[in-house]
Protein backbone atom coordinates (compact mmCIF):
# COMPACT_ATOMS: atom_id res chain seq x y z
CA UNK A 1 0.00 0.00 0.00
CA UNK A 2 1.81 3.18 -1.17
CA UNK A 3 1.42 6.42 1.08
CA UNK A 4 0.13 8.97 -1.77
CA UNK A 5 -0.28 12.69 -0.77
CA UNK A 6 -1.07 16.36 -2.53
CA UNK A 7 1.51 18.40 -2.76
CA UNK A 8 1.17 22.16 -3.73
CA UNK A 9 3.27 23.60 -6.66
CA UNK A 10 7.34 22.96 -6.22
CA UNK A 11 6.24 20.34 -3.62
CA UNK A 12 4.89 22.74 -0.94
CA UNK A 13 2.87 21.40 1.68
CA UNK A 14 1.53 24.76 2.94
CA UNK A 15 -0.85 27.02 0.99
CA UNK A 16 -1.67 30.91 2.59
CA UNK A 17 -4.73 32.40 1.19
CA UNK A 18 -6.74 35.90 1.97
CA UNK A 19 -10.12 36.63 1.22
CA UNK A 20 -11.84 40.13 1.80
CA UNK A 21 -15.08 40.99 1.07
CA UNK A 22 -17.50 44.25 0.00
CA UNK A 23 -15.22 46.30 -2.25
CA UNK A 24 -14.03 48.99 0.09
CA UNK A 25 -11.58 51.92 -0.28
CA UNK A 26 -8.94 50.43 2.31
CA UNK A 27 -8.56 47.27 -0.10
CA UNK A 28 -6.34 49.09 -2.11
CA UNK A 29 -3.85 49.67 1.61
CA UNK A 30 -4.40 46.24 1.95
CA UNK A 31 -3.21 45.45 -1.47
CA UNK A 32 -0.35 47.07 -0.90
CA UNK A 33 0.56 45.09 2.65
CA UNK A 34 -0.29 41.99 0.66
CA UNK A 35 2.15 42.78 -2.34
CA UNK A 36 4.89 43.73 0.08
CA UNK A 37 4.82 40.21 1.42
CA UNK A 38 3.94 38.31 -1.32
CA UNK A 39 1.25 37.28 -0.41
CA UNK A 40 -2.29 36.46 -2.89
CA UNK A 41 -6.09 36.70 -2.08
CA UNK A 42 -9.50 37.36 -3.93
CA UNK A 43 -11.95 40.64 -3.14
CA UNK A 44 -15.18 39.52 -3.23
CA UNK A 45 -17.54 42.72 -4.63
CA UNK A 46 -20.65 43.58 -5.12
CA UNK A 47 -21.02 45.04 -8.92
CA UNK A 48 -24.48 46.69 -8.09
CA UNK A 49 -23.01 48.94 -4.79
CA UNK A 50 -20.54 50.43 -6.48
CA UNK A 51 -20.00 53.99 -5.27
CA UNK A 52 -20.87 57.07 -7.32
CA UNK A 53 -18.18 58.47 -9.07
CA UNK A 54 -16.52 61.64 -6.80
CA UNK A 55 -18.73 60.55 -4.01
CA UNK A 56 -17.98 61.93 -0.54
CA UNK A 57 -18.53 60.28 2.15
CA UNK A 58 -19.86 61.89 6.14
CA UNK A 59 -16.60 61.97 8.22
CA UNK A 60 -16.19 59.10 10.48
CA UNK A 61 -17.75 56.42 7.76
CA UNK A 62 -15.49 53.79 7.32
CA UNK A 63 -17.15 51.72 5.13
CA UNK A 64 -16.84 53.11 2.02
CA UNK A 65 -16.90 51.41 -1.29
CA UNK A 66 -15.03 52.26 -4.26
CA UNK A 67 -16.30 53.75 -7.59
CA UNK A 68 -16.04 50.69 -10.90
CA UNK A 69 -13.09 53.38 -12.36
CA UNK A 70 -11.47 53.38 -8.79
CA UNK A 71 -12.57 49.42 -8.74
CA UNK A 72 -10.58 48.76 -11.69
CA UNK A 73 -7.55 50.47 -10.66
CA UNK A 74 -7.35 48.79 -7.43
CA UNK A 75 -7.88 44.91 -8.57
CA UNK A 76 -6.53 44.58 -12.13
CA UNK A 77 -3.29 43.83 -12.92
CA UNK A 78 -2.82 43.34 -8.84
CA UNK A 79 -2.31 39.31 -9.48
CA UNK A 80 -5.61 39.56 -7.28
CA UNK A 81 -8.97 37.19 -7.74
CA UNK A 82 -12.09 38.88 -8.32
CA UNK A 83 -15.32 37.06 -7.03
CA UNK A 84 -18.83 37.07 -6.51
CA UNK A 85 -19.97 38.56 -3.40
CA UNK A 86 -23.70 39.03 -5.09
CA UNK A 87 -25.26 41.92 -6.94
CA UNK A 88 -26.30 44.12 -4.13
CA UNK A 89 -25.10 41.90 -1.07
CA UNK A 90 -28.59 40.12 -0.39
CA UNK A 91 -29.15 36.06 -0.82
CA UNK A 92 -30.43 33.70 1.44
CA UNK A 93 -33.72 31.71 2.96
CA UNK A 94 -35.78 34.95 2.99
CA UNK A 95 -35.23 36.02 -0.89
CA UNK A 96 -37.41 34.01 -3.47
CA UNK A 97 -35.65 31.54 -5.61
CA UNK A 98 -35.56 34.01 -8.45
CA UNK A 99 -34.18 36.61 -6.52
CA UNK A 100 -31.29 34.67 -5.30
CA UNK A 101 -30.78 33.67 -8.89
CA UNK A 102 -30.46 37.36 -9.95
CA UNK A 103 -28.26 38.00 -7.30
CA UNK A 104 -25.50 35.63 -8.01
CA UNK A 105 -26.13 35.45 -11.94
CA UNK A 106 -26.00 39.01 -12.14
CA UNK A 107 -23.35 39.46 -10.12
CA UNK A 108 -21.30 36.90 -11.83
CA UNK A 109 -21.96 38.45 -15.42
CA UNK A 110 -21.37 41.81 -14.76
CA UNK A 111 -17.92 41.37 -12.80
CA UNK A 112 -16.79 39.42 -15.62
CA UNK A 113 -17.67 42.02 -18.32
CA UNK A 114 -16.29 44.99 -15.98
CA UNK A 115 -12.96 43.33 -15.55
CA UNK A 116 -12.23 41.21 -18.04
CA UNK A 117 -12.12 37.89 -16.26
CA UNK A 118 -13.54 34.64 -15.74
CA UNK A 119 -15.14 34.69 -12.04
CA UNK A 120 -15.79 31.48 -10.84
CA UNK A 121 -16.18 32.19 -7.01
CA UNK A 122 -17.97 33.39 -4.35
CA UNK A 123 -18.47 34.75 -0.67
CA UNK A 124 -21.16 35.14 0.98
CA UNK A 125 -22.86 38.00 1.83
CA UNK A 126 -23.54 37.96 5.44
CA UNK A 127 -22.46 34.36 5.68
CA UNK A 128 -26.04 33.93 4.32
CA UNK A 129 -26.78 30.70 2.05
CA UNK A 130 -28.85 27.53 1.91
CA UNK A 131 -29.09 24.59 -0.23
CA UNK A 132 -30.75 26.20 -2.66
CA UNK A 133 -28.58 28.84 -3.23
CA UNK A 134 -25.44 26.06 -4.08
CA UNK A 135 -27.44 24.60 -6.27
CA UNK A 136 -28.11 28.05 -8.09
CA UNK A 137 -24.52 28.64 -8.17
CA UNK A 138 -23.72 25.24 -9.72
CA UNK A 139 -25.96 26.39 -12.46
CA UNK A 140 -24.44 29.45 -12.52
CA UNK A 141 -20.50 27.95 -12.68
CA UNK A 142 -19.51 29.48 -9.40
CA UNK A 143 -17.69 26.30 -7.93
CA UNK A 144 -16.75 27.50 -4.45
CA UNK A 145 -18.67 29.57 -1.70
CA UNK A 146 -16.33 31.02 0.94
CA UNK A 147 -18.46 31.29 4.78
CA UNK A 148 -17.91 33.00 7.48
CA UNK A 149 -17.43 30.80 10.16
CA UNK A 150 -14.57 30.24 11.38
CA UNK A 151 -13.01 26.71 11.23
CA UNK A 152 -9.77 26.81 13.23
CA UNK A 153 -8.12 24.62 11.35
CA UNK A 154 -5.99 24.37 8.50
CA UNK A 155 -7.84 21.58 6.43
CA UNK A 156 -8.52 21.68 2.98
CA UNK A 157 -12.25 22.17 2.39
CA UNK A 158 -13.98 18.60 1.40
CA UNK A 159 -17.10 20.54 -0.01
CA UNK A 160 -16.26 23.48 -1.90
CA UNK A 161 -19.62 25.48 -1.16
CA UNK A 162 -18.57 24.87 2.75
CA UNK A 163 -15.74 26.67 2.34
CA UNK A 164 -14.79 27.87 6.43
CA UNK A 165 -11.91 30.55 6.18
CA UNK A 166 -9.06 29.31 9.56
CA UNK A 167 -9.95 32.53 11.10
CA UNK A 168 -10.96 36.23 11.02
CA UNK A 169 -8.28 38.51 11.39
CA UNK A 170 -9.60 40.21 14.66
CA UNK A 171 -9.61 36.60 16.09
CA UNK A 172 -7.82 36.83 19.10
CA UNK A 173 -5.82 33.77 18.28
CA UNK A 174 -4.59 35.06 14.76
CA UNK A 175 -0.78 34.88 15.67
CA UNK A 176 -1.01 31.90 17.52
CA UNK A 177 -2.75 30.17 14.70
CA UNK A 178 0.01 31.92 12.13
CA UNK A 179 2.94 30.21 14.25
CA UNK A 180 0.63 27.06 14.96
CA UNK A 181 0.68 26.82 11.20
CA UNK A 182 4.37 28.12 10.37
CA UNK A 183 5.67 25.41 12.90
CA UNK A 184 3.83 22.31 11.11
CA UNK A 185 5.72 19.75 9.90
CA UNK A 186 3.35 18.22 6.72
CA UNK A 187 3.97 14.49 6.81
CA UNK A 188 0.65 13.74 5.72
CA UNK A 189 -2.25 16.10 3.41
CA UNK A 190 -1.47 19.25 2.68
CA UNK A 191 -2.68 22.45 4.90
CA UNK A 192 -4.50 25.56 3.97
CA UNK A 193 -4.40 28.84 6.20
CA UNK A 194 -7.59 30.92 5.00
CA UNK A 195 -7.91 34.21 6.52
CA UNK A 196 -10.77 36.25 5.80
CA UNK A 197 -12.46 40.10 6.41
CA UNK A 198 -13.15 43.33 5.31
CA UNK A 199 -10.35 45.78 5.14
CA UNK A 200 -12.29 48.75 6.49
CA UNK A 201 -12.02 46.93 9.92
CA UNK A 202 -8.57 48.28 10.07
CA UNK A 203 -9.41 51.46 10.13
CA UNK A 204 -12.55 51.25 12.55
CA UNK A 205 -10.40 49.57 15.08
CA UNK A 206 -7.77 51.71 14.00
CA UNK A 207 -5.43 48.25 13.81
CA UNK A 208 -3.64 48.01 10.99
CA UNK A 209 -0.75 46.33 12.57
CA UNK A 210 -2.98 43.49 12.81
CA UNK A 211 -2.50 43.25 9.07
CA UNK A 212 0.65 43.99 8.67
CA UNK A 213 2.61 41.54 11.21
CA UNK A 214 0.61 38.97 10.31
CA UNK A 215 2.07 39.48 6.71
CA UNK A 216 5.45 40.17 7.81
CA UNK A 217 5.23 37.24 9.60
CA UNK A 218 3.72 34.45 7.00
CA UNK A 219 5.28 36.13 3.61
CA UNK A 220 8.62 35.14 2.07
CA UNK A 221 8.26 31.85 3.84
CA UNK A 222 9.66 28.74 1.05
CA UNK A 223 7.43 25.96 2.27
CA UNK A 224 4.32 27.96 1.81
CA UNK A 225 2.61 28.80 -1.50
CA UNK A 226 0.57 32.69 -1.53
CA UNK A 227 -2.39 31.73 -4.12
CA UNK A 228 -5.51 33.38 -4.44
CA UNK A 229 -9.05 31.07 -3.86
CA UNK A 230 -9.85 29.91 -7.20
CA UNK A 231 -5.94 29.00 -7.68
CA UNK A 232 -5.88 26.14 -4.69
CA UNK A 233 -9.43 25.37 -5.89
CA UNK A 234 -7.89 24.07 -9.76
CA UNK A 235 -4.51 22.97 -8.25
CA UNK A 236 -6.23 20.58 -5.82
CA UNK A 237 -9.01 20.05 -8.55
CA UNK A 238 -5.99 19.11 -10.75
CA UNK A 239 -4.45 16.56 -8.22
CA UNK A 240 -7.80 14.82 -7.44
CA UNK A 241 -7.88 14.41 -11.45
CA UNK A 242 -4.97 12.31 -11.49
CA UNK A 243 -5.63 8.94 -12.36
CA UNK A 244 -3.45 6.33 -10.84
CA UNK A 245 -2.97 2.93 -11.61
CA UNK A 246 -4.84 0.43 -9.19
CA UNK A 247 -1.12 -0.53 -7.10
CA UNK A 248 -0.37 3.54 -7.02
CA UNK A 249 2.93 2.77 -8.71
CA UNK A 250 1.78 4.95 -11.88
CA UNK A 251 0.07 8.28 -12.21
CA UNK A 252 -1.16 10.42 -15.38
CA UNK A 253 -1.84 14.18 -15.24
CA UNK A 254 -4.47 14.38 -17.69
CA UNK A 255 -4.55 18.32 -16.45
CA UNK A 256 -2.36 21.19 -17.67
CA UNK A 257 -0.65 21.84 -14.84
CA UNK A 258 2.17 20.55 -13.10
CA UNK A 259 1.13 18.65 -9.90
CA UNK A 260 3.28 17.54 -7.23
CA UNK A 261 3.03 14.60 -4.70
CA UNK A 262 4.40 12.36 -2.15
CA UNK A 263 4.50 8.63 -2.45
CA UNK A 264 6.11 7.00 0.41
CA UNK A 265 7.27 10.10 1.11
CA UNK A 266 9.43 10.79 -1.87
CA UNK A 267 8.30 13.88 -4.12
CA UNK A 268 7.13 13.34 -7.79
CA UNK A 269 6.39 16.41 -9.81
CA UNK A 270 3.88 15.12 -13.01
CA UNK A 271 4.10 17.05 -15.81
CA UNK A 272 0.69 18.20 -18.04
CA UNK A 273 -0.34 15.14 -20.17
CA UNK A 274 2.56 12.74 -18.41
CA UNK A 275 1.91 9.09 -17.18
CA UNK A 276 4.67 8.38 -14.37
CA UNK A 277 5.61 5.49 -12.94
CA UNK A 278 5.92 6.21 -9.04
CA UNK A 279 9.16 4.77 -8.35
CA UNK A 280 12.26 5.93 -6.27
CA UNK A 281 14.63 5.93 -9.94
CA UNK A 282 12.01 8.62 -11.11
CA UNK A 283 12.92 10.32 -7.77
CA UNK A 284 11.97 13.86 -8.55
CA UNK A 285 15.68 15.80 -7.76
CA UNK A 286 13.96 19.22 -7.05
CA UNK A 287 12.21 18.25 -3.42
ZN1 LIG B 1 -20.07 41.71 2.70
Redesign the pocket.
Known amino acids: MRRIHMRFPEGKGKALTLSY??GVEQDQRLIEVMKKNGLKGTF?I?SGLYASPGMKYNPGNVHRRMSLEDCRKVYLNSGMEIAC?TWT?ALGERLSSCLNMQQIVKDRENLESQYDCTVRGL?Y??GQYNDEVIEIMRYAGIVYGRTVCSAHDFRLPTDWYHMSPTCHHNDPQLMEFAEKFVEISVLYDSVLFLLWG?SYEFEENDNWEVIEQFADYMGGRNDIWYATNIQIYDYVHAFDNLIFHIDGKSVYNPSAMEIFLEADGELFCISPGQEKALTYAAYDKRR
Open positions: DDNNHHAPGH
